[in-house]
């Protein structure tokens, strides 16, 4: 196998998200939270937290670049394999 092949070792679930509602420091990471709106809650319209990634910041400014150029990178999540170590333990 290649040291760049991207794979799932398990299912990874995709996960619908309709809003990026905050951008949280932790340490030289960033936690990036998503949530849906849901308007058939009783007392009025709630928006749930569905999804939260943490990533290196510097990473953050390339997934906003890619986003708008609207790219994908083909050759798989380079960026990832720079995340320290450390960064899942918080």
Do not use: W
């Amino acid at each position: 196998m290649a040291d760049d092949e991207v794979y799932e070792p398990f299912a990874v679930t995709d996960t619908f998200c309709e809003a990026l509602v905050r951008v949280e420091r932790i340490g030289s990471c960033r936690r990036l939270v998503f949530v849906v709106n849901d308007r058939h809650t009783p007392g009025g319209p709630t928006r749930p937290v569905v999804a939260k990634l943490i990533v290196p910041q510097e990473m953050v400014a390339e997934i906003a670049q890619k986003l708008a150029a609207d790219q994908h990178d083909p050759g798989g999540t380079a960026a990832f394999a720079r995340i320290p170590l450390d960064a899942v333990a918080n």
